[in-house]
């Protein structure tokens, strides 16, 4: 049971890390145009997703401890 949670809380961690790439590039695209508005929306979003996942990535640690 152990190893199909850690199975799951990884394929967790690869959808968040995709989504923080994603947004990454937008941000990028966004820095590229030059639109302030959406520039520092985006931020807030990246910031957030960070935020999100540092839980998640503390528990991965800990899993493969």
Known sequence: MKVIQKGIDNQLYKVEENRMKAV???VLCVLGQG???VHAYFLSVFRDLIRLSE???EE???ATI
């Open 24 to 26: 990454l590039v937008s």
């Open 35 to 37: 639109q302030k508005v």
């Open 55 to 57: 839980p998640l990535r």
């Open 60 to 62: 991965l640690k800990e």
